[in-house]
Every structure is written in C-alpha cells, then in structure tokens.
C-alpha cells in the first residue's frame, strides 16, 4: 500500500520530479562516460604494451629478465611450449628470439630491435599482420625482414631494398647479414615504429649464430587479470629447469605504477561529483519534504504512524534514484558502446605529447559492467545517507506547526 501511494506521489508534481530525474540520470551519464574513458585507456595502453612486447607471461632462463642477454637463449622447447599450452587459461604460446643490431642501408645507420618470430603465432597475439602497410607479411620460410615504417623511413629504404644488419650473436659470435624488406609496419606508438624489425625465426636463429634455440616464450591469456596466477602455475611445472614464468606485473612496474596513481586520481574526480550530485539530491529531497508539511501534518492527524510517513518518503526518494540510475545507464549505453567502436583521435600537437610516453593517442572507452554497477551502487548509497536527514524532520514533525504552515 506504502508502494503505490509513494508512486503516486512522485507523479503528482512532475515538474519538480522531472528535475530529480534528470540531474541524477546526467550524472549517472557523467560518471559512466569518465570512468569508461578511464577505465578504456587502461585496457588499451596494458593490450599494447603486452602485444607489442612482453605478453601476459613471459618464461625464459632466470636472470635474462635482468641481463637481456641472448647468452641466455635456451633449446629443446618443442615439448615445453605443448606443456605450457596445456595449462587452463592459455590462448597461446609463442616462441621468440629478441636482439639488438645495428641496420643500415646506403649511408645511413640505426641501431634496431630485432625480433625473430614465427609470423603466424605472432599474428595472433599483436595483430601484426593488420599493421602491415606495404608489401607482403613475412612466412616461416622467407629470408627476408619486415621493418617498422619509422625506421624505414629514416634509413630512406623501401620495399625491395637490401638491409644490412650487424650484431653480436650467441657467447660473442659475429651476427651479419643482409636481407630484402618485404613488407613495412607502421605502429601507432612512436617508440615502436622507430626501431622494430622482425625476422623469421629460423632466419634470426642464423643470424645470431644459435640453431634451434629461443631467448623466450611469450604466453598469450584470455584474461590479463589471471597472468600472476597462472605464471605461478607454469613455474611449479618449471622447477629445477633453470627456468622462470614471469607476469606483466613484474615485467612493467612503472606501467602499473602509473595506471594505479592515474586510477586513484579520476576516483577523486568521481568523488567530487558525487559530492556536486549528493548536493543537488538533498536539495531536492529537502524541498519535497518541505513543501509538504501541511500534506504531512494532515496525515499524521489522521492517524498514520510516523514510522509509516518515513517509509512512505524514503520509498519515493528511492524511486527516484532508481527511475534516475536507469535513465542515465540507458542513455550512457549506447554512448559507451558507440565510442567503443569508433575510439575518438587526438590530434595536433597533443598526438606527440602522447607518444612520447608510449601511449597511442587515441580515446579508447570501455564496456566494462562494472562501470554500470558502481554508478547504481554509489547513487543509492547518496540516497540512504541523504534520506536520514528527511527522516529526522518527519521524526520531529509537530502536528499543530504543520498545520498552521
């Protein structure tokens, strides 16, 4: 009964519902879009990052994560890349060769980052092949190399050109070769497109002077969140091999370190807006008790309860956040799910800030539900808190002075 009669109180001033509504449901719209921003670019600076370079998990010699040394470079992983593949969780598995050299064309000379990669398993894991914008994506039996389109652009080769590349190969072997470009990458971070080389497996394996040897495994998840645990998996089936499962987490510290200061910052914008909402809620639940003391006086001295006239009023504050949190969720969702495919460019002078700290300069939004369910649960927390001061009027409310208001 309470129900229905609060329902219909909401509807008997609609304009001053109206206005409930729609501040709530904009800053449910609001909180949604920033956090989804937020909450977007984290996922889409851990994707690169880990595609590009590292992976969910990594498994190599210990110590290599701290030397880099192609010393390190470990054999016989055939039947350990089916073992680890074989774990839950696992999409895929790929085998690397990862080295520097120096790669020169003509005149000029740039020292590189060479990778050697099976070109298929690597496709899977950082959608190199979509990166491609000249030429022809590398196979496992090319003797060839594809090249990042900076640093290609500054060595002023092109597809078909011969590359020179000098190095130091395994234990201080001499590591030169010369290999035609046959396709170039363009990458959307700065620090990519500068240097990055890939080479066929077996043609890096040449080079570098170790046969049928890899510096690492770089294990692709179907859920980032489930790396530390999963590496600790694969380390108790590595124990006394002389290897080492090692998580994103401990590769890229400072990437953490940032997206975790970054999160607590955009809390505390969400907290001041909540603050600006809560604000605006007491105000308008303050003036629907308000304007109602004679309505509140009369019922009281008709003989309802006061426990009852509380109840009546909290039922009406809730449905109002809850009318205001749907409106805003539907509003919001097609927003989000609009940006999520079509992530907004940054342009100007703001794309290089952005790929100077390695960072693709792009707004990249989030579908993630939690983002929904937070906003739900945060207004409706506003609300109980908001609600015990109208409660405390209607407590203390003296029939005779509601009357007479």
Aim: charged content about 15%; proline content about 3%.
């Amino acid at each position: 009964m309470l129900g229905k009669i609060s329902w219909r109180n909401i509807w008997r001033n609609k304009r001053r519902s109206f206005i409930t509504l729609s501040s709530i449901a904009f800053a449910v719209l609001l909180s949604c879009v920033m956090r989804s921003m937020q909450l977007g670019s984290y996922e889409r600076m851990i994707s690169n990052a880990l595609s590009f370079y590292t992976g969910h998990i990594q498994v190599h010699k210990e110590g290599y994560w701290q030397d880099r040394s192609l010393d390190l470079a470990f054999a016989d992983y055939g039947s350990l890349q089916k073992n680890i593949k074989a774990q839950e969780g696992i999409v895929n598995v790929i085998p690397r060769i990862e080295s520097f050299a120096l790669a020169s064309f003509k005149t000029q000379t740039k020292g590189a980052m060479v990778l050697g990669i099976d070109p298929a398993r690597e496709d899977q894991l950082s959608n190199l092949q979509q990166k491609l914008v000249q030429g022809a994506y590398l196979t496992m039996t090319d003797n060839s190399l594809m090249m990042a389109e900076g640093l290609a652009n500054y060595l002023k080769a092109e597809i078909g050109d011969s590359i020179v590349l000098i190095g130091q190969g395994y234990h201080g072997s001499n590591a030169a070769g010369i290999y035609r470009i046959s396709g170039i990458v363009k990458f959307p971070v700065a620090i990519q497109n500068n240097q990055m080389i890939y080479l066929p497996l077996k043609e890096a394996q040449s080079l570098y002077a170790c046969p049928d040897m890899i510096t690492n495994f770089t294990v692709q998840l179907d859920d980032a969140n489930a790396a530390e645990k999963v590496s600790q998996v694969i380390n108790s089936k590595l124990k006394n091999s002389g290897l080492e499962a090692i998580d994103w987490k401990f590769m890229m510290p400072e990437l953490l370190q940032g997206i975790e200061l970054d999160n607590v910052s955009g809390k505390i914008m969400l907290m001041v807006l909540y603050m600006v909402i809560g604000f605006g809620m007491f105000g308008t639940f303050l003036m629907m008790t308000r304007e109602r003391m004679y309505e509140l006086g009369l019922m009281l001295a008709l003989g309802m309860k006061k426990l009852h006239l509380q109840t009546m009023i909290f039922l009406e504050f809730l449905y109002l956040s809850t009318l205001g949190v749907l409106t805003g969720v539907l509003i919001s969702l097609p927003v989000l799910i609009y940006f999520y495919f079509h992530p907004i460019p940054i342009g100007g002078d703001s794309t290089d800030i952005f790929e100077k700290f390695g960072v693709e300069p792009v707004y990249v939004f989030s579908l993630d539900p939690a983002i929904f369910i937070d906003q739900a649960r945060i207004v409706f927390l506003l609300t109980l808190f908001l609600a015990i001061y109208p409660m405390l009027i209607i407590y203390r409310l003296s029939i005779l002075k509601a009357l007479r208001s």
